[in-house]
């Protein structure tokens, strides 16, 4: 089965930059459509960015000019470079694959943004 396994999350002060990692194993990684969704209380999990195998992306709005997806085939790794980050910013991010009609995800980790 396929395991995702993020890590980069912490704290951060408004204005500064985090980058976010996901390894996926198996081997349908260079195959899947990535993506980085968030979650904060009181609110349905929303796509920040998503990343095809051909290389298309798609970001929310909020985060258009200041958060970049990428992938390392190689490393079998996602990522999701984050700066001018601010307070709305606060969430728990989850990596996601999308594969054969199928979805999986991660436990997600944790992003404060705060002075």
């Known amino acids: 089965q396929v395991q995702l396994v993020e890590s980069g999350g912490g704290l951060v002060q408004p204005g500064g930059s985090l980058r976010l990692s996901c390894v996926v194993s198996g081997s349908i990684f260079s195959i899947s459509t990535m993506g980085w969704y968030r979650e904060v209380p009181g609110n349905e999990r929303e796509m920040v960015a998503t990343?095809?195998?051909?290389?298309?992306?798609n970001y929310a709005d909020s985060v258009k000019g200041r958060f970049t997806i990428a992938r390392d085939n190689d490393k079998n790794t996602v990522y999701l470079q984050m700066k001018s980050l601010e307070p709305e910013d606060t969430a728990v991010y989850y990596c996601?694959?999308?594969?054969?009609?199928?979805?999986?995800w991660g436990k997600g980790t944790l992003v404060t943004v705060s002075s």
């Open positions: 990343l095809t195998s051909t290389g298309s992306t």
């Open positions: 996601n694959v999308h594969v054969f009609g199928k979805n999986f």
